[in-house]
């Protein structure tokens, strides 16, 4: 009879090797909060806004430079809103984080007893 051979390298499950992203300057831009939606909604209006100028002017310089302002515009007017929500979201989820270490601290001391009579009172 013969003996199969058993390949131990194909019943170990390989991960795929992670997705790289575009690199500028060193950063992963796919890693930035908000560039993603914003650069994308960015592209969509300005190649539309371009194109609806195009159609009323029949201009291509300036549809193209309307197309680019509009690009542009709705980029800042997208990122700058998102990234500030992102960043209050984080210093809350900080805050909160630290609250609850802070209440694991004190958990089951008069401390917390004391605090627990205070928000009954409240």
């Not at 796919?30 to 914003?38: E, G, K, L, V, Y």
């Not at 194109?51 to 291509?60: E, G, M």
């Not at 509009?70 to 984080?97: H, I, N």
Request: charged letters at 25%; hydrophobic letters at 35%; a neutral charge.
């Amino acid at each position: 009879m013969a003996s199969k051979k058993v390949d131990f390298d194909s019943l170990v499950p390989v991960d795929p090797p992670p997705e790289k992203g575009i690199v500028l300057f060193g950063k992963d831009l796919s890693q930035i909060p908000c560039f993603r939606n914003s650069f994308l909604y960015g592209i969509s209006i300005g190649i539309g806004v371009g194109f609806l100028a195009f159609l009323k002017t029949s201009r291509p310089q300036l549809s193209s430079h309307i197309g680019f302002g509009s690009f542009c515009g709705t980029v800042l007017c997208y990122w700058f809103p998102c990234r500030y929500k992102w960043s209050k979201d984080e210093k809350e989820a900080e805050m909160l984080q630290r609250l609850m270490q802070q209440h694991v601290m004190l958990e089951g001391t008069e401390k917390e007893r004391e605090l627990d009579r205070k928000a009954e009172s409240a």
